[in-house]
């Protein structure tokens, strides 16, 4: 089973509106991360978390939200999606005792 | 302010051929880590490696070798005798040991590696 999943894989949705992208890790780790891939872009960080109560906004966190329900969970909102929000977004985690950031699989997100 | 650099933007090679994968960084931190992460088209991130600032040997896994010089700011990763599977986006980033960004990854703009049978 994969240590870091996200829900959905994929998703089309319409200008205007609220879309929640959901990430959970089974390694027990205490950071958490959102990204952001565009083409030719590379990957920019949108927010961060290093635990339950610790939310820090990264790079790019406009029209971005996101809630850390659990140590094991932490969800990324667009309020209202917009097209340039289209693209492939990826979470992460991190344990404390590592210095290596895991990836999710990703979820391609379509604003039409 | 950091940042990385990957400026090769495509590379194709026929299978066989040995390539090597460029990146530069910036910081101004005495230490840091540094990675590598291949992105294959089916669109995972999969960690490659990881290499503290400290140690500059060069690391061998296989086909792959990474040659690390802080003298030059450099972090190249080298494919042997290339396959058509090696055919992917490479990432590599830069992380901070300290600082408040501390935890964050600093991305290149990625490789995209095809490799031609």
């Known amino acids: 089973d994969a240590d870091v999943t996200q829900t959905p894989r994929n998703r089309i949705t319409k200008t205007g509106k609220r879309i929640m992208l959901e990430c959970s890790q089974t390694?027990?780790?205490?950071?958490m991360y959102w990204y952001r891939q565009d083409p030719g872009l590379g990957l920019r960080l949108i927010y961060y978390?290093?635990?339950?109560?610790?939310?820090n906004k990264g790079e790019i966190s406009d029209g971005y939200s996101v809630s850390r329900q659990a140590q094991a969970k932490f969800s990324l909102s667009l309020e209202s999606a917009i097209p340039n929000q289209t693209a492939l977004y990826f979470c992460?985690?991190?344990?404390?005792?590592?210095?290596?950031?895991?990836f999710g699989p990703g979820t391609r997100l379509t604003v039409l | 302010a950091q940042k990385v650099t990957q400026a090769q933007t495509e590379i194709s090679v026929v299978e066989k051929e040995d390539v090597t994968l460029d990146c530069v960084y910036e910081?101004?931190?005495?230490?840091?880590?540094l990675f590598w992460y291949k992105q294959p088209p089916s669109g995972e991130l999969v960690f490659l490696i990881r290499?503290?600032?400290?140690?500059?040997q060069n690391e061998i896994s296989g086909r792959y070798s990474w040659n690390f010089q802080k003298s030059t700011s450099s972090f190249n990763f080298t494919i042997t005798a290339s396959q058509v599977v090696d055919s992917a986006v490479y990432f590599c980033?830069?992380?901070?040991?300290?600082?408040?960004?501390?935890?964050?990854?600093?991305f290149g703009r990625g490789t995209q590696l095809t490799v031609w049978p």
């Open positions: 992460a985690s991190q344990g404390l005792a590592t210095d290596t950031q895991y």
């Open positions: 390694k027990g780790h205490d950071r």
């Open positions: 978390s290093f635990d339950v109560k610790d939310i």
């Open positions: 910081t101004r931190d005495t230490t840091y880590y």
């Open positions: 290499r503290n600032s400290f140690d500059e």
């Open positions: 980033a830069l992380r901070r040991t300290r600082g408040s960004t501390l935890g964050r990854l600093y």
